[in-house]
């Protein structure tokens, strides 16, 4: 497989990898990718049906990364998930007249090694996108959507997870994460308005930012140059946000605040009260207000193993439905109940942004953005 794919055009995956599985000896192979709203697995063969990730077995397998069996028209139909990292793409369907350990381990290699082979192709292939959107992106949400990493990013030590809602219609919402040695970077933006203008200026801060940080800037100065450049090329806007840095290996958390809602502390089943709460700075963008001279402030605090950190917009707090707000305790009681019941962090997002949705009828008057950070070091080794 890894042989031939280098020679093959996208679309002509799928039967690559049905021969490839029958060459394991198994009856062959199909591929679904979860779409960009994750209610839907797509196969990637045209000609197969659509399935729901709530409500199948296949669903089952992508909502707990875990293998499951069914037995379809007198065959055996082994769901395996497709998993980059802590990021979920999918999963792979694999049929068989019979199942043992051996069959059963060359499913998970295919799978494996399928999930690099997707994630390398879909960095320069329009297809696989096309194939896991249900309806039409605006254009300033597909501005915006280039920018953003993939859902989840992580380590043994460190998950960081996220999702944002309305899919295809983005205003100036977004999130960012990424690993550097020990360092899990994250940060979560709000730009003012809902249109192309506010777009390019969440775009912009998520470029400095990452420009600054691969520059080893520390936080303070990755701010100042966000400010530089707001105010140079887009003066009459601004943008809210909280970047962090999460040392991976001590727990040490470093943040700052740009007039945004404050991070949450979720430790065991409870929310600490004003734990990550400090006093609030203006906007990025609008760094004139600070003073003469003055640089952002740089909070810094130590998380215990198994801590949550929360960031968040105020349209997932906000969200109504008439006169009734989702707000901030049922927001956090959904991620310790979920938490409690064992899912997974990807999972529980995936199930809360699910649910804002269902309580504002599907049509959010504006971003929601959630950020999950979850800190779950190994013990240390006693030999």
Same mark, same amino acid.
């Given at each position: 497989?890894?042989a031939?794919?280098?020679?093959?055009?996208p679309?002509?995956?799928?039967?690559?990898?049905?021969?490839?599985a029958r060459?394991l000896?198994?009856?062959?192979?199909?591929?679904?990718?979860?779409d960009?709203q994750?209610?839907?697995?797509?196969?990637?063969?045209e000609?197969?049906?659509r399935?729901?990730?709530?409500?199948s077995?296949?669903?089952w397998?992508?909502?707990?990364?875990?293998?499951?069996?069914?037995?379809?028209?007198?065959e055996?139909?082994v769901?395996?998930?497709?998993v980059?990292?802590?990021?979920?793409?999918?999963?792979?369907?694999?049929?068989?007249?019979?199942?043992?350990?051996?069959?059963?381990?060359?499913?998970r290699?295919?799978?494996?090694?399928?999930s690099?082979?997707?994630t390398?192709?879909?960095?320069?292939?329009?297809?696989f996108v096309?194939?896991t959107?249900?309806r039409?992106?605006?254009a300033?949400?597909e501005?915006?959507?280039?920018?953003l990493?993939?859902?989840?990013i992580g380590?043994?030590?460190?998950?960081?997870?996220? #999702? &944002? @809602?309305? *899919?295809? +219609?983005?205003g100036?919402?977004?999130?960012?994460?990424?690993l550097?040695?020990?360092t899990?970077? %994250?940060g979560?933006?709000?730009?003012?308005?809902?249109?192309?203008?506010?777009?390019?200026?969440?775009?912009?801060a998520?470029?400095?930012?990452?420009?600054?940080?691969?520059?080893?800037?520390?936080?303070s100065?990755?701010?100042d140059?966000?400010?530089?450049?707001l105010a140079?090329w887009?003066?009459?806007?601004f943008?809210?946000?909280?970047?962090?840095?999460?040392d991976?290996?001590t727990?040490?958390?470093r943040?700052?605040?740009?007039g945004?809602?404050?991070?949450?502390?979720?430790r065991?089943?409870? #929310? &600490? @009260?004003? *734990?990550l +709460?400090r006093?609030?700075?203006p906007?990025m963008?609008?760094?004139?207000?600070?003073?003469p001279? %003055?640089?952002?402030a740089?909070?810094e605090?130590?998380l215990?193993?198994?801590?949550r950190?929360?960031?968040?917009?105020?349209?997932?707090?906000e969200?109504?439905?008439g006169?009734?707000?989702?707000?901030?305790?049922?927001?956090a009681?959904?991620?310790?109940?979920?938490?409690a019941?064992g899912?997974?962090?990807a999972?529980?997002?995936?199930?809360?942004?699910?649910?804002?949705?269902?309580?504002?009828?599907?049509?959010?008057?504006?971003?929601?953005?959630i950020?999950?950070?979850?800190?779950?070091?190994r013990?240390?080794?006693?030999g």
């Amino acid at each position: 497989m890894l042989a031939d794919v280098h020679a093959i055009v996208p679309y002509q995956l799928p039967g690559l990898v049905d021969r490839c599985a029958r060459a394991l000896g198994l009856s062959g192979a199909t591929i679904y990718m979860v779409d960009l709203q994750q209610r839907i697995l797509v196969p990637l063969d045209e000609q197969d049906d659509r399935m729901p990730v709530d409500d199948s077995t296949a669903g089952w397998a992508y909502r707990t990364v875990s293998v499951r069996l069914e037995e379809e028209l007198g065959e055996l139909v082994v769901w395996v998930p497709l998993v980059d990292g802590a990021e979920r793409l999918g999963v792979l369907g694999v049929r068989s007249a019979s199942m043992d350990a051996v069959r059963l381990r060359r499913c998970r290699l295919l799978a494996h090694t399928l999930s690099m082979v997707v994630t390398t192709k879909r960095t320069y292939s329009d297809w696989f996108v096309a194939r896991t959107r249900t309806r039409p992106m605006h254009a300033h949400t597909e501005m915006l959507r280039a920018f953003l990493p993939p859902r989840s990013i992580g380590t043994t030590s460190v998950i960081s997870t996220g #999702v &944002l @809602e309305p *899919a295809y +219609d983005l205003g100036g919402d977004a999130f960012d994460h990424s690993l550097t040695r020990n360092t899990l970077h %994250a940060g979560i933006f709000d730009s003012m308005g809902h249109n192309l203008a506010s777009g390019l200026t969440t775009a912009v801060a998520l470029a400095c930012c990452r420009n600054a940080r691969r520059s080893r800037a520390d936080l303070s100065e990755m701010l100042d140059s966000v400010d530089r450049a707001l105010a140079q090329w887009l003066p009459d806007q601004f943008c809210t946000g909280v970047v962090c840095q999460l040392d991976a290996d001590t727990g040490v958390l470093r943040w700052s605040n740009c007039g945004h809602p404050a991070p949450l502390l979720i430790r065991g089943q409870r #929310v &600490l @009260e004003r *734990a990550l +709460d400090r006093p609030s700075e203006p906007p990025m963008g609008l760094h004139g207000l600070l003073g003469p001279g %003055a640089a952002r402030a740089v909070h810094e605090t130590t998380l215990e193993p198994g801590d949550r950190v929360l960031l968040y917009t105020d349209g997932v707090t906000e969200a109504r439905r008439g006169g009734d707000e989702f707000g901030l305790e049922r927001f956090a009681d959904f991620i310790i109940r979920s938490a409690a019941a064992g899912e997974r962090p990807a999972e529980i997002l995936r199930l809360l942004i699910h649910d804002i949705l269902d309580h504002h009828n599907d049509r959010l008057t504006d971003d929601a953005t959630i950020l999950l950070i979850e800190w779950q070091p190994r013990p240390a080794s006693s030999g």
